[in-house]
C-alpha cells in the first residue's frame, strides 16, 4: 500500500486529492495545524461516505514553520509520495502580511525539502505553484518556459519555492515536481476568493439575505478550472518516471465581470443591480491576464480539463444555493 503526506489537507485542493487518492488505495496522511475551531470541514466528505475507507486517512498536528517536527513526522510515515500544498494562498493578504506570506509559503518548502533530506526518505515530491508566478506576463499564452515576473509577495514566494524544487531535484537527485496551476477554483473554494465569494453572494441575494457584493478589480483576466479535475493532474506526475515541471490550465482566459455575467444570470440576477466597486479590495499591483498552455501535461501526462469556464461558474453557483437552502432548512429545525 503506497503511502502519501499532503501538507495543507484541509484545503481546497489538499482534500480532494486525499479522496482521490483513497480511491486508488492510499493510505494518507495529512498536515494540519491545531486551532480553537474545528478546521476539517471539506474533509467530511471522506467521512461520511461509505464507498470511501476512512480508516486509511491519518490528520497530524503540525506546521510548515516547524522544521524538526516535520522530520520527525516524515520519519515515522516514510511516505512514498509527498504534496506540498499548504500556504498563505491569498493574494491580497500577501500584501498586508508579506513575512508571513514568505515564511510558510516559501521557507517552509525549504523546511519540508530539508527534513526529506535529512531523514533520507526517498519520495516522490509535488511542490504546488502558481500562475501567479508569471505575473506581468512576458507572453501569451504562458508555458513552462515562460519567464516568470510575480507581481505580489505570494508570487515571490511561490518563485523561490519553485527554483528551490528545481535546486533539489538537480542537486541531490529528488524526484521533484513544480504543477504550475492556474486558478482552479469549486465549491470547496474559501469564501474570501472572488469566485467563491461572487456565488455565494448569489446565493444570498436570491434568498433575499443580502442586497451588495463589494469587488475590486472587474477587467482581471484568469484561466479558471476545476480543482476537482486539476488534483488529478497532480498525482499523475508523481506517477511519471521523471520528474519534470507542468502548466495546469484550460487555455481559455475570461474576466470577473464574465464571471459575474454567468453566475448572475444563471441564478436570473442582474449583477449591475447588486456589485459595487471597492478600492479597498484592489491590489498594489495587478496581474491583468493569465492563460495557460497545457499542452505538456496533455502530451506527457494524458490530462485535459474537462469542465470548462460556464459550467464550472454553474455547477458553484448550484452549489451555494444548494448549501443556503440546506444550512436555512437546518436552523428551522433546530429553532422548532
Request: hydrophobic share 35%; aromatic share 12%; charged share 25%.
Amino acid at each position: 500500500m503506497k503511502k502519501a503526506f499532503i501538507t495543507g489537507i484541509t484545503g481546497q485542493d489538499g482534500s480532494y486529492l486525499a479522496e482521490l487518492l483513497l480511491s486508488k488505495g492510499y493510505e494518507v496522511h495529512g498536515l494540519i495545524r491545531r486551532a480553537s475551531t474545528f478546521n476539517t470541514s471539506r474533509l467530511d466528505p471522506i467521512y461520511t461516505d461509505p464507498h470511501v475507507e476512512q480508516s486509511r486517512l491519518f490528520l497530524h498536528y503540525g506546521d510548515l514553520s516547524d522544521g524538526s517536527g516535520l522530520a520527525r513526522l516524515l520519519g515515522k510515515i516514510a511516505p512514498n509520495e509527498i504534496y506540498n500544498l499548504a500556504a498563505q494562498s491569498h493574494v491580497r493578504v500577501s500584501f498586508d502580511c508579506p513575512e508571513y506570506t514568505t515564511d510558510v509559503t516559501a521557507t517552509g518548502t525549504v523546511r519540508l525539502l530539508e527534513a526529506i533530506r535529512e531523514t533520507g526518505i526517498k519520495p516522490r515530491f509535488y511542490q504546488a505553484s502558481s500562475s501567479e508566478m508569471y505575473g506581468m506576463v512576458r507572453e501569451v499564452p504562458q508555458t513552462e518556459k515562460t519567464p516568470f515576473y510575480p507581481r505580489s509577495p505570494y508570487g515571490c514566494a511561490k518563485v523561490y519555492s519553485f527554483w528551490l524544487t528545481v535546486n533539489y531535484r538537480e542537486s541531490y537527485g529528488l524526484h521533484a515536481t513544480n504543477g504550475i496551476l492556474f486558478n482552479h477554483e469549486s465549491p470547496r473554494r474559501g469564501e474570501t476568493f472572488v469566485t467563491r465569494k461572487i456565488t455565494r453572494a448569489v446565493a444570498h441575494i436570491r434568498a433575499g439575505l443580502q442586497d451588495k457584493l463589494f469587488l475590486g478589480n472587474l477587467d482581471a483576466k484568469r484561466d479558471w478550472g476545476y480543482a476537482k479535475e486539476y488534483v488529478e493532474a497532480m498525482w499523475l506526475m508523481l506517477q511519471q518516471d521523471k520528474p519534470d515541471d507542468y502548466v495546469v490550465a484550460t487555455n481559455e482566459t475570461h474576466s470577473i465581470r464574465e464571471f459575474l455575467d454567468v453566475a448572475f444570470g444563471h441564478a436570473g440576477l442582474d449583477w449591475k443591480k447588486h456589485v459595487e466597486i471597492d478600492p479597498r479590495y484592489y491590489r498594489p499591483a495587478e496581474v491583468d491576464l493569465l492563460i495557460g498552455d497545457y499542452s505538456k501535461a496533455k502530451r506527457q501526462l494524458g490530462w485535459e480539463p474537462k469542465v470548462k469556464f460556464v459550467d464550472l461558474a454553474k455547477l458553484m453557483v448550484d452549489a451555494d444555493i444548494k448549501l443556503l437552502k440546506d444550512h436555512l432548512e437546518g436552523r428551522v429545525r433546530v429553532s422548532n
